[in-house]
């Protein structure tokens, strides 16, 4: 299954909503996970299951969709969520990723 | 809280092997199937296999052959052997650890930072 993600890069200023797609070629139903991924550090699970929250992880980060189309939401973008958001899904093997969307500061 | 750290060799020349051993510690080797999986420059993530403490292994079709892993439950390690390396395998890899039901494996939590790998003569 391939994903694609959209757009590549996202300019968006600190406050403000970002709005990331991700797109399965086939349906993953909702077996898909979401990743923030900082240069250096290690990719940090954000969401499963479409929209559960992992641990520890903020209010502001919402998913949605199912099927072929989903979307994760960053509310009120904080200094901190600047990073590459890559989607993953688990419905059917081999597991795929997207090839990520970079949030950046407008 | 879980941590993993990848290490190996950062530079190796094409048709040589590859070995990347990723520690874990704060949980057990049995907590979880263990994973390797890859980010070119400028690409998504490729989930290169698995492996669990009882032995059993998953690769992706396109790595057969060429991929074995391996877990050492002595010292909380696994790890990634990938012979005849070309340009092509040149990424970042990274470990991870993943629950798996009887009929499918899920997300990837945890992940190590990821360990740099370039193919070059």
């Known amino acids: 299954i391939v994903m694609t993600q959209s757009p590549a890069t996202l300019s968006v200023s600190p406050g403000e909503r970002a709005t990331l797609s991700c797109r399965a070629s086939?349906?993953?139903?909702?077996?898909l996970a979401w990743y923030q991924q900082k240069p250096g550090q290690a990719p940090r699970l954000l969401l499963y299951d479409t929209s559960t929250r992992a641990t520890d992880i903020p209010a502001r980060f919402s998913g949605s969709g199912s099927g072929t189309d989903f979307i994760l939401t960053i509310d009120s973008l904080q200094s901190e969520d600047f990073a590459l958001y890559f989607c993953?899904?688990?419905?059917?093997?081999?597991?795929?990723f997207g090839q990520g969307t970079k949030v950046e500061i407008k | 809280q879980v941590q993993l750290l990848e290490s190996g060799p950062r530079l190796i020349s094409p048709s040589e092997t590859l070995s990347l051993t990723c520690s874990v510690s704060?949980?057990?080797?049995?907590?979880?199937?263990w994973n390797w999986i890859r980010q070119p420059a400028g690409k998504g993530p490729e989930w290169i296999g698995r492996v669990h403490s009882r032995g059993s292994t998953k690769y992706i079709t396109s790595l057969e052959g060429r991929v074995t892993m391996s877990v050492d439950t002595t010292n909380n390690q696994f790890s990634l052997r990938l012979t005849s390396v070309t340009a092509a395998d040149t990424a970042v890899y990274y470990c991870a650890g993943q629950s798996c039901s009887p009929y499918n494996c899920f997300w990837f939590d945890p992940w190590g930072q990821g360990i740099p790998v370039s193919v070059s003569s």
């Open positions: 704060g949980a057990s080797i049995d907590s979880y199937y």
């Open positions: 086939q349906s993953v139903s909702t077996n």
């Open positions: 993953q899904q688990y419905n059917n093997w081999p597991q795929t």
